[in-house]
């Protein structure tokens, strides 16, 4: 049979959009009113639309509009050398240019990523299979998801800000609440768990002084039982010695702790008077740190994120490697819609166990830019889409709704330290705190 180039992209569609995000606390500040994403819409010469989700700055935007030029007749099979040329354009990121607060701010990794899933969106409706299938096919049907708890400030984010919708009922109605101490954390986590049916917890900590923190992990315990695994994230704030008085205290309880310290060195060190494994989304986050995090044994769990390892083959790569030296491997997330979530779902379908339910912010967000809305969530997990491609279409109406927002909200990159500010005039953001 003679060899047959694939589908060749014709046009290319960037999207910023902002969906209403309320007022999430974490390290670095606190949330704006809404979460930026950018989407992307790849279409082939013959019609094919093959669609992916990231993070959105201004930046990464104008690298993607940039990336048109150099794209536009590519094959979409040809995943590698359409790598090397946005390599060959915008060089690789270093690793200081992650920066320091708890998302991650690379570019070429966002810009692969988005570029890669649309490709393979494609390449799944040229082949007829889901994606799960082009990374080596199916390990389970359903994908576990934890819960992802934020202190926050009342509100329901958006044009409300920090007011209530007096409509809202169930999940809706307790997303808006505010959770500032161990006791609204507790029915934040029971409201959520409630609705989505999640099996384990996660805390963004790095917000209180860690007692205030570690007291809500004991309440979390102490509501849920032994049966619910709980995991803390202060995102790097905290001081060696701090991770490890804190850390022995959690140890009856703490099914992981993530991102305790800072820097790879720091992490090391805590994981040496610990026996509770650390995750980390933070000190190792690019293939750059695997080897000093091996010669260190910087963290017993990888947090992998399609977004910025560089897209869902390189996820693939990366879980080979922490096969190879012991470490185990699990999913981060950012605020995002459906077409990131079904990506993720794709990634978590194909790995070749889930020891650790994989993080989602999902359950923060209520737009949707997908056909039929919402993405469901049963006892926790998703179901693995088995139509061609990423399995999700886009709502083009919702999309164009949301990208009004984006105009109307003036906001072109996340700064959770502006935003907190707003509210704690002078309040500044510092890289190691307790
Ligand atoms: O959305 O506030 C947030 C989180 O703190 C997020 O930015 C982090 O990237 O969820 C993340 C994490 O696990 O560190
Ligand atoms: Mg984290």
New binding site residues.
Partial sequence: MAYTPGPRIKEIHITPIATVDPP?????GL?APY?LRTVLEIVTEDNISGISEIPGTKDIDAALEDSKKLLIGKDVFQLNQIRQILVDAFGKDSVADRGL????QRKLVHIFSAVEVACMDIIGKVTGKPIVDLLGGKMRDRVPFSA?L?YKYAGAGGELEFQLDPAATGWDAARQKSALNPAEIVAQAQAMCREFGFQSI?L?G?VFEPRQEVDAVFALREAFGPDYPIRI?P?ALWTVETAIQYGLEMEPVLEYL??PVRGQENMAKVRKALKTPLAT??CTTSFDEIPRSIELGAEDII?SDHHFWGGLRASMTLVGICETFGRGLSM????HLGISLAAMVHLGAALPNIPYAL?T?YPWQSDEIIMGGRLKFEEGAVLVPTEPGLGVELDRVALAKLHENYKACGLTK?N?EVEMQKVQPGWKFQAVRW
């Fill in positions: 999430l606390l974490n390290a670095a949330h979460a607060a708890p998302w991650d992802y934020f996660k963004k790095g994230d995102n993530e991102d989304n933070m947090l981060h997330s950012n605020s993080d912010h996340r959770d």
